[in-house]
């Protein structure tokens, strides 16, 4: 039976269930303060995991406060077995600050927000990240073409993925967003998984599909851009996002692309970074200023070829909205990938300064995103060097 | 001389200005709490307000804490003399929660929050409104076409707004966002204002360019759709700006216009009014739905003629994402309007459903969006009393 209903109040967390890979600790005891509707009360399957939400009732999973995480699966479902999370950065950066940079507190409360939530879903921040592991049991109604045994990483946020960990975080130094992590998440009906490439490590396959909404989207929007060869603004192009997005813009037909760092050694990272034509590099023009300061940032980006038809903002620190406004040119686009963005500060700001921009919320689903992002990484040594880097110095 | 830098320590606020017009109250005392810097460090004009930022420094005018609204201007700036404010809808409806509905409480926390920061903006929404007054003094190289005498609107934010009330706002019941006020505001050199129409009261005329954002960008987007006649789904049909889009949406050339509304008297309003052409409705489908329930909301457009082409989410409420997102069609648009959207719900809202739309935040800009909105007031009788009938009901 695929759905193991249990018989009695709270038959779900202590039944051991019959499951595909045999790495299950499903035996354990899960959190006491989780609570479940019990077996008698039952909803039905949703895909998009309507059924997983235990309050506010009827909310989406996204915006759910607490999700039921048990392990047993409705029809459509997927359960994984969790290896790794990827702490999303503005909600690793907010724990971190919280945390006083304590990596026992750290822990202390990204155990604390699973356990009460039943979902890594930062309370102040709002995001969550993603995560690595290994298909367990597959829903015979599942359409995401997933079979037990593949190495995947879910591609919805974990601020909606039922969550349940089991080790305490035993192996997290607590010093990086990628979190080693045993446990179980559930991906719905509807939902997004992509299997882990071969020919890269994990690491780095989730490091990069993690931020794979970005070039996406910016792909798609240089690539309509009406002008030709349209001058793109990337701020924060040293950064994972950035990276990525500077290299698909360049794919898209961008002319000038500007990279707007905070600091020099950034600025380092990203004149190293060859582009695979050979040609320019990653970034053609490489600006240091503060995204804050809008008029800082502003004319920086004015004088290196600006303002830009298309500007990305991948930061993810509060107060970029402004410069993000200023730095594009009327008629221009700013893409907000950052999840510090304030929506009251990008609607009024760009009111407040009569500026005639179109300005995307940064959807992190795009069709085809992540094989985008992983076929970049194939071909782009500059953008994978970078990220190598990253991952290299966190271990 | 324009501009009348003062003598001492705190000059600009005691002397008397010569202005263009007799209306002036600069004689009276400032609120004592507004320092302002002395004489000797004013900065140069900025187009953009920079000079009138006091703290933090360096920020634009809307993101500062507290803005320097001395009498005086710079070169390039405008004086208005005061006549209305019209608070953001958002913020309004948080003010008079947190008063608990007292009218004077409410009174007072709006001159305490103007009183401190020199402007309107409800630190908690972050968001501002509007006002109307008579032009004062026009600087010799302001470029807003503007003459002292003419009677206009700001069509930039309270937010950002140079702001002193000197009349304690004794002439507003506190019952409505209109709210009758003398004091003085000023404009940058960049900027955004309207000459108030002959043909109609001045509270019509606000009310309307209060939200002429709108229709503006609604319009735009409608008419620039892929798909021929485009099903348009307004979540807030019956409110203003969700009226005035609606009739933008039919001006565009939309297919089926969904009207969604909470409750039966707005679903009435929305039945009563007709369209400019006498061949529609204001809208096509009338739906009643809780926009905060995704389901809910989704599944009535669904039944209506639905998924959405675009969906324009003009409801000042919080958890309106996700509704809209299911509400839309893959390759669809969703334009937010509220000030109260999330940031975050909306981007990890869309990617937790795999839902490829694009989303807009709501740019209150767009150039001709005054001349558009009150054009269409003009030509759509349903519109105009629904308008007329909202300000009836508050005088």
């Given at each position: 039976?695929?759905?193991?209903?249990?018989?009695?109040?709270?038959?779900?967390?202590?039944?051991?269930?019959?499951?595909?890979?045999?790495?299950?600790?499903?035996?354990?005891?899960?959190?006491?303060?989780?609570?479940?509707?019990?077996?008698?009360?039952?909803?039905?399957?949703?895909?998009?995991?309507?059924?997983?939400?235990?309050?506010?009732?009827?909310?989406?999973?996204?915006?759910?406060?607490?999700?039921?995480?048990?392990?047993?699966?409705?029809?459509?479902?997927?359960?994984?077995?969790?290896?790794?999370?990827?702490?999303?950065?503005?909600?690793?950066?907010?724990?971190?600050?919280?945390?006083?940079?304590?990596?026992?507190?750290?822990?202390?409360?990204?155990?604390?927000?699973?356990?009460?939530?039943?979902?890594?879903?930062?309370?102040?921040?709002?995001?969550?990240?993603?995560?690595?592991?290994?298909?367990?049991?597959?829903?015979?109604?599942?359409?995401?073409?997933?079979?037990?045994?593949?190495?995947?990483?879910?591609?919805?946020?974990?601020?909606?993925?039922?969550?349940?960990?089991?080790?305490?975080?035993?192996?997290?130094?607590?010093?990086?967003?990628?979190?080693?992590?045993?446990?179980?998440?559930i991906l719905f009906g509807?939902?997004?998984?992509?299997?882990?490439?071969?020919?890269?490590?994990?690491?780095?396959?989730?490091?990069?599909?993690d931020v794979c909404g970005?070039?996406?989207?910016?792909?798609?929007?240089?690539?309509?851009?009406?002008?030709?060869?349209?001058?793109?603004?990337?701020?924060?192009?040293?950064?994972?996002?950035?990276?990525?997005?500077?290299?698909?813009?360049?794919?898209?037909?961008?002319?000038?692309?500007?990279?707007?760092?905070?600091?020099?050694?950034?600025?380092?990272?990203?004149?190293?970074?060859?582009?695979?034509?050979?040609?320019?590099?990653?970034?053609?023009?490489?600006?240091?200023?503060?995204?804050?300061?809008?008029?800082?940032?502003?004319?920086?980006?004015?004088?290196?070829?600006?303002?830009?038809?298309?500007?990305?903002?991948?930061?993810?620190?509060?107060?970029?909205?402004?410069?993000?406004?200023?730095?594009?040119?009327?008629?221009?686009?700013?893409?907000?990938?950052?999840?510090?963005?304030?929506?009251?500060?990008?609607?009024?700001?760009?009111?407040?300064?009569?500026?005639?921009?179109?300005?995307?919320?940064?959807?992190?689903?795009?069709?085809?995103?992540?094989?985008?992002?992983?076929?970049?990484?194939?071909?782009?040594?500059?953008?994978?060097?970078?990220?190598?880097?990253?991952?290299?110095?966190?271990?």
């Open positions: 039976m695929q759905f193991a209903c249990g018989s009695a109040k709270r038959p779900a967390y202590r039944r051991s269930v019959p499951v595909a890979t045999a790495a299950g600790a499903f035996g354990q005891s899960f959190p006491e303060r989780i609570t479940t509707v019990s077996a008698t009360q039952l909803p039905a399957a949703s895909p998009l995991g309507l059924h997983r939400v235990l309050e506010p009732a009827g909310v989406l999973p996204q915006a759910a406060w607490r999700l039921d995480p048990r392990p047993e699966i409705w029809p459509d479902e997927v359960r994984v077995r969790v290896q790794r999370l990827n702490l999303d950065a503005a909600s690793f950066r907010q724990l971190l600050e919280a945390s006083g940079g304590d990596p026992d507190k750290l822990k202390a409360a990204v155990l604390e927000i699973v356990a009460s939530r039943g979902k890594m879903q930062n309370p102040v921040t709002g995001s969550g990240g993603m995560l690595t592991g290994t298909v367990e049991e597959v829903g015979p109604q599942s359409s995401l073409g997933l079979e037990p045994g593949d190495k995947i990483a879910t591609l919805v946020s974990l601020s909606l993925t039922p969550l349940v960990i089991t080790d305490e975080l035993a192996n997290w130094d607590g010093k990086s967003e990628q979190v080693p992590c045993a446990g179980h998440a509807r939902s997004i998984a992509a299997k882990l490439p071969a020919d890269m490590s994990a690491e780095l396959a989730l490091s990069v599909m970005a070039p996406a989207l910016t792909h798609r929007v240089v690539g309509a851009a009406t002008t030709a060869s349209p001058v793109v603004a990337i701020i924060g192009a040293a950064g994972k996002s950035g990276s990525l997005s500077a290299a698909a813009a360049r794919k898209a037909g961008a002319g000038t692309i500007i990279g707007v760092v905070p600091h020099e050694a950034e600025a380092e990272m990203l004149r190293d970074a060859p582009a695979a034509d050979d040609l320019h590099g990653l970034v053609d023009e490489i600006v240091i200023a503060d995204a804050r300061d809008p008029v800082g940032v502003s004319s920086a980006i004015a004088s290196a070829g600006g303002p830009a038809d298309v500007t990305v903002v991948c930061v993810d620190v509060p107060g970029c909205e402004g410069g993000a406004i200023l730095s594009t040119a009327q008629g221009g686009t700013v893409i907000f990938f950052s999840m510090a963005t304030s929506f009251t500060a990008a609607a009024l700001g760009a009111e407040g300064v009569a500026a005639d921009v179109t300005m995307l919320v940064g959807n992190g689903y795009v069709p085809g995103h992540a094989q985008l992002a992983i076929d970049l990484i194939r071909t782009e040594p500059g953008v994978r060097g970078m990220f190598q880097r990253r991952i290299d110095e966190h271990s």
